[in-house]
C-alpha cells in the first residue's frame, strides 16, 4: 500500500514560488505514473500536471502552463511541483496522485478517478 505525503505549501504574495513535494512510503513509485491536483474553495477538484513514471513526458493544464514545473525523483521516492509567477486563482489545496496502471493516452491522465493513491493534501494561498 503507497502512503503519499504532501508538503511545502503555504501562503505566498501573488508572483511568488512555492515547491510542493509528494514523499511516498511502502512500495517504491518508480513504476508508478503520478499527477498533482487542485481543489479551489467551492470548486470541483482539477487536474494541473502529470509526470510518467520514468519522468520522460510531462502533461499540464492550461492554467499552469509555462508557470508550474512537474518532476520526480524516483530514487527518492518523490514527486515535485515547482510553482513560480503564482496567482491568487492557484490558490487551493494541493494534492498528489499515483496510479498503478493509468496509459497516458488522450487525457486520460488528467482523470482523478483512474489514480489510485492520494495524499491528504497541502494548502496553498496567494495573495494579491
Known amino acids: 500500500q503507497v502512503q503519499l505525503v504532501e508538503s511545502g505549501g503555504g501562503s505566498v504574495q501573488a508572483g511568488g514560488s512555492l515547491r510542493l513535494s509528494c514523499a511516498a512510503s511502502?512500495?517504491?513509485?518508480?513504476?508508478?505514473?503520478m499527477a498533482w491536483f487542485r481543489q479551489a474553495p467551492g470548486k470541483e477538484q482539477s487536474f494541473v500536471a502529470a509526470?510518467?513514471?520514468?519522468?520522460?513526458?510531462?502533461y499540464y493544464a492550461d492554467s499552469v502552463k509555462g508557470r508550474f514545473t512537474i518532476s520526480r525523483d524516483n530514487a527518492k521516492n518523490t514527486l515535485y511541483l515547482q510553482m513560480n509567477s503564482l496567482k491568487p486563482e492557484d490558490t487551493a489545496v494541493y494534492y498528489c496522485?499515483?496510479?498503478?496502471?493509468?496509459?497516458?493516452?488522450?487525457?486520460?491522465?488528467?482523470?482523478?478517478?483512474?489514480?489510485?493513491?492520494w495524499g491528504q493534501g497541502t494548502q496553498v494561498t496567494v495573495s494579491s
Open positions: 496522485a499515483a496510479a498503478q496502471n493509468l496509459p497516458f493516452i488522450g487525457n486520460l491522465y488528467s482523470r482523478p478517478q483512474l489514480y489510485d493513491y
Open positions: 511502502g512500495p517504491t513509485i518508480s513504476t508508478y505514473p
Open positions: 509526470i510518467t513514471s520514468n519522468g520522460g513526458r510531462l
